[in-house]
């Protein structure tokens, strides 16, 4: 067995202690678990399986991808065992523990401006595509628009999941950034219990929300936010809305607040993401009068959030209430 044999198979944990609903169970998949700290592993595995039994990706090879910390730290774990060359593009806004690991694990990082508009060559995945087009022979995960990312979770995470639950989930909590996780396993889901119900938290300042509502992209909705993997500012072919029965909108404070909470209440370090999709499972709790079981995810470890919000300094410094 090598550390790729660890990837998936993540538990599955019961809230306690912050969710107030009696006739409510909510249930966190804890994706921190995977080796190399998030839910990314799973897409990075079965994309550069996929890539080296179609030839695209050959030994010695340079993989490049744009990404906000995980995927890259993914790439970087699975590039470190097999030998290959990784090139990560990535905002400036990644925290610098997200930085500092993928240079251990042997990875070369492109730092852009957060700010850089889509269409900008500056822009993160813009930068990541000019690079692979000037190495020859590389190959490039191309997260955001690659169907096998929804595939990944589909074969996997769904599965987990509905096993895991014994078939009684009735809520599905996620948000997206690829929309990879939210639509892979609301399809796997949904065709095993077509009522199941998903709901995707969006941050102000990523254009799903008001695409979803509207069905028309609006580049105003378009702002900066500080939680990390999640949200888009353009949209991604990985995302599927027609899997997704709702949407709400999340603000950092409320990501940020309910991920501390999380940690000092139910011992569960997680980032920003795994505070966001928690945040809108209790509010959805809130609006369910029959017993139900939800399901949401911790995409992430918070140790790569220390020097962020799990800084009570960084927090006040920013303008978040603790």
Known sequence: MNIENTVGNTPLVKLININPYKHIEIYAKLEFFNPSGSIKDRIVKHIIEDAENRGLLKKGGTIVENTSGNTGAAVATIAAIKGYRAILTMPDKVSTEKQNTLKALGAEIVVTPTSAAPNSPEHYVNTAKRISEEIKGSFRINQYDN????????????????????????????????????????????????????????????????????????????????????????????????????????????????????????????????????????????????????????????????????????????GFKL
């Open 147 to 318: 169907l096998l990312n929804p595939e990944a979770h589909y074969l996997t995470t769904g599965p987990e999941i509905w096993e895991q639950t014994g078939g009684k989930i009735t809520h599905y909590v996620a948000s997206g950034s690829t929309g990879g996780t939210i639509s892979g396993v609301s399809r796997f889901l949904k065709e095993k219990k077509p009522e199941v119900f998903s709901l995707m938290p969006d941050p102000a300042g990523s254009i799903y929300y008001d695409y979803f509502k509207t069905k028309k992209i609006n580049n105003d909705a378009i702002g900066t936010y500080f939680v990390e993997g999640v949200g888009e500012d353009h949209i991604a072919k990985a995302m599927d809305f027609s899997l997704v029965d709702e949407m709400i909108q999340f603000t950092d404070q409320d990501a940020f607040e309910t991920a501390r909470l999380l940690a000092r209440k139910e011992g569960i370090l997680g980032g920003g993401t795994g505070g966001a999709n928690v945040w809108a499972a209790l509010k959805l709790a809130a609006s369910l009068t029959v017993p139900s079981v939800i399901v949401t995810i911790i995409p992430d470890n918070g140790v790569k959030y220390l020097s962020k919000f799990y800084n009570d300094e960084w927090m006040v410094k920013n």
